[in-house]
């Protein structure tokens, strides 16, 4: 069966100086021959597109030869000037062309899977890169989508090929001379991938704070400035301020950039004991959200204890700087700068670890790959005459390996990636 040629507007919807719709599949060249006459080379050409004797638009129009496209097949995009109505009469056309129908969402990259264009993991980090919003988030979703994930993957498959070969060969050939003692070079082949394996996953945390974002929570007690400082922080106000005790019941989030890593800075209820069922309940809610964040920014009074015990990295800061002694006013601005840079350099020493495992179906793999790995090399260490069972652990860690990339095992989570993407990806 012809595989079908398919189309959809590759740009947001709505108006702009360019719209672009791309077409894909074998008869996108056929689509420019109705509408512009002339398929161009393979660089960008000035063409009239018309359609049963009707001017649509004068367009830029750009012709990709498969293999050499993006999904691997004849490729076509038509630049146009950008109104809905030039859009919605150059689809239309393309409607009524046999053969062709509308993408769906993510169907141009998910051919560049199937023409294998790119990998499974290539295709999350190009989704990330769609929705990057920081710096890092932009560089982490690059790293991912220029394919060194499948770099290394295919660095830890050949060793672990490698390691099962050696060991069938002592199955295959068990009464003839084997050349060496192949045991050796067995466990120090295993041994490097579980060294990586663990260097991965220990980073797989920060790699994945990167993605998703960090929390920093405001903590401290009623009217000690938590939700001023929220707002100072963010420009705006995001958060009801009021000089009674108790004003915030509920957690308010509030989405930044700090110094290139996504952020969501938590501004809770004041922590005290209190006879207020509705307040109780925001004060539980609080201490379990501050808990449960990555950073906390705890306040106090100039002459009162921390409302909760500060772990690793927590910043404590005396409040109100504006009435007397204290380290920070969310009021005049003192000391904001300063804890704007001391967040964003706490969260950046956490993702200087940050590896290639970004989300939480690459930690599963690469946990399933480690778990083999290690039965393999018990196996080796106390019975290394289980040749057969030895070899079966290692393919099992190459099968997890290759999930990675989408090799085996991942029809099920393709359908969910791709919904993610927007119809003309």
Known sequence: METSTIYALASARGKAGIAVVRISGPKANQAIELLATQVPPRRASLRRLKFEGSHLDDAVVISFPGPGSFTGEDVVELHLHG??????????ALESLDGFRIAEPGEFT???????????????????????????????????LSGAIGERTLEWRAMLIRAAALMEATIDFADEDVPTDVLP?????????????????????????VREGF????????NVGKSTLLNRLAGREAAITSEIAGTTRDVVEVRMDIGGLPVTLLDTAGIR???????????SLAVERARQADLRVILKSDDGAAIMDPVQDDIVLVSKADLGAGDISALSGEGVDELIDRIGKTL???????????????????????DALDSAMNRVRTTPELAELISEDIRTAVRSVDSLVGHVGVEDILDEIFSSFCIGK
Not at 83 to 92: E, H, P
Not at 188 to 196: C, N, T, W, Y
Not at 273 to 283: A, L
């Open 348 to 370: 950046s020493l956490r993702v200087a670890s940050a590896g290639l495992i970004v989300r939480e179906r690459h930690r599963r793999a690469l946990l399933a790959a480690t």
């Open 215 to 222: 929390e920093v929570a405001i903590v401290g007690p009623p």
């Open 185 to 209: 070079e067995v466990q120090s082949l295993l041994g490097a991938v579980m060294s990586q394996f663990k260097s991965e996953l220990a980073g797989a945390s920060s790699a994945e704070r």
């Open 273 to 283: 004991e209190t006879s207020d069922i509705i307040e109780r309940k925001g004060v």
């Open 83 to 92: 109104s809905q109505a030039v859009t919605a009469a150059v689809l239309r």
């Open 110 to 144: 998910r051919r560049a899977l199937e023409n294998e264009k790119l990998d499974l993991s290539q295709i999350e980090g190009l989704a990330d890169l769609i929705e990057a919003e920081t710096e890092a988030q932009r560089r982490q979703a690059l790293r991912v």
